[in-house]
C-alpha cells in the first residue's frame, strides 16, 4: 500500500496511467462492452462500478481540455443515472462531456491507450477520458517542494 494514492488504484493500474501521455485515452467501461475485442491494452477490475473506478482515476489523472470526458448515448437518448454519477466522479459538469453514439465510442475505443472493464452491470456505464497535463506544481503537492 501506499500513502496518499487510492485503495482502487493497483500497481498495474498505477503503471498504465503513468505511462500514459497528454491527450492519451483510458476507457473505462462497464461489464458488457466488448473490451477483449478493442483493447491493446485491458485490465480487469470486476468487483468495481465504473463511477468509483473512474473517481479513483480522477485522484492522480488530470483531465484534458475539452472535451473533458466522453460517454455513449444511451438507446433513448435520454441521459442515465449511471452518467450522472460518472460525470460527478470526473469532476466535471454536462458542459465538458460529449455523448457519442455507440459505434463511434466502440471506434474511439478501440484508438485507447488503455480500457478499463469493471463490474458495473448498468448499460450505458461507459466513459473515456483523456489525460491532461500534470503541472509543476501538481507533482510537487505534498512533497514539501516549492517548484
Same mark, same amino acid.
Not at 7 to 33: N, Q, W
Not at 62 to 78: C, F, I, Q
Not at 120 to 134: D, I, M, P
Given at each position: 500500500?501506499?500513502?496518499?494514492? #487510492?485503495?482502487?488504484?493497483? &500497481? ?9 501521455? #497528454?491527450s ?5 467501461? %462497464? $461489464? #458488457? =462492452?466488448?473490451?477483449? @475485442? ?8 470486476? &468487483? ?5 473506478v ?5 485522484t492522480?489523472?488530470?483531465? %484534458? %481540455? $475539452?472535451?473533458?470526458? %466522453? ?19 470526473a &469532476? ?6 460529449? =455523448?457519442?453514439?455507440? #459505434? ?7 484508438? $485507447? =491507450? ?7 452491470? @448498468? *448499460?450505458?456505464?461507459?466513459a473515456l477520458?483523456? *489525460? ?16
Amino acid at each position: 500500500m501506499l500513502k496518499g494514492i #487510492h485503495p482502487l488504484l493497483t &500497481g498495474r493500474l498505477l503503471t498504465y496511467l503513468d505511462a500514459m501521455g #497528454h491527450s492519451d485515452a483510458v476507457v473505462v467501461a %462497464d $461489464a #458488457h =462492452f466488448p473490451a477483449e @475485442r478493442l483493447a491493446s491494452r485491458i485490465l480487469e477490475l470486476p &468487483g468495481l462500478t465504473s463511477p468509483d473506478v473512474l473517481r479513483a482515476i480522477r485522484t492522480v489523472v488530470p483531465l %484534458d %481540455d $475539452a472535451p473533458a470526458l %466522453d460517454l455513449m448515448t444511451s438507446a433513448t437518448g435520454a441521459q442515465l443515472p449511471v452518467q450522472d454519477e460518472l460525470i460527478a466522479a470526473a &469532476g466535471t459538469t454536462v458542459a465538458g462531456v460529449r =455523448f457519442v453514439e455507440r #459505434h463511434a465510442f466502440y471506434e474511439m475505443s478501440a484508438q $485507447a =491507450f488503455l480500457i478499463i472493464r469493471t463490474g458495473e452491470t @448498468r *448499460k450505458y456505464g461507459n466513459a473515456l477520458l483523456r *489525460k491532461g497535463v500534470v503541472t509543476a506544481d501538481q507533482t510537487l503537492a505534498g512533497s514539501g517542494k516549492t517548484p
